[in-house]
Structure formats: C-alpha cells, structure tokens
C-alpha cells in the first residue's frame, strides 16, 4: 500500500482484521513508517531510499500484482529511490 497516513493506517488495521497475511506500506516520512508498524503493518519501505519494486519482489518473491494508494503526493509512490541532493 502507498501512504502511511490516517487512511493508509486505518487501512492496515483493516486488511490484518480481515485476515490479510502480508499488508507492506510505503511512504516517506519515517516516523509513519513506525507507526505503520506498530499498528501490524508486516513490512514498511521508505520510497525516497529504497527501490519500491525491487523491495516488494524482495518481500514476496515476485513483483506485486495488487496495490492501493492511500497517498497524495506522487513522492510516496515512486518505484525509484529519490536521488541524493548534489
């Protein structure tokens, strides 16, 4: 799932109620990344660092066949790390 936020969390909470196996959340801000986690997200990605796809095919061993995003800014959704500032 794209965005860590109060609907991408509510979100969480409701995939692992429902019996979801694997809910991973991707955002940029860290501190929702924790939060993710402690609300039963089984695996966080910050997308300003790490390789969205890579990660997930990583996490699953396959790319992902089904997302939903929960973000508004097309940042949290990248599939590529943000490139360092010069």
Avoid: C, N, Y
């Avoid at 990605?45 to 997930?56: C, G, Q, V, Y």
């Amino acid at each position: 799932m794209f965005g860590a936020g109060p609907i991408g969390l509510g979100t969480t909470i409701w995939l692992k109620l429902r019996g979801v196996q694997h809910v991973a959340l991707a955002d940029v801000i860290a501190e929702r990344l924790e939060t993710a986690l402690a609300v039963g997200a089984d695996a966080v990605i910050d997308s300003s660092r790490e390789d969205l796809t890579a990660r997930l095919t990583e996490l699953h061993g396959q790319a992902p066949t089904h997302s939903a995003s929960t973000a508004r800014t097309p940042t949290s959704t990248s599939t590529r790390p943000a490139r360092p500032p010069s």
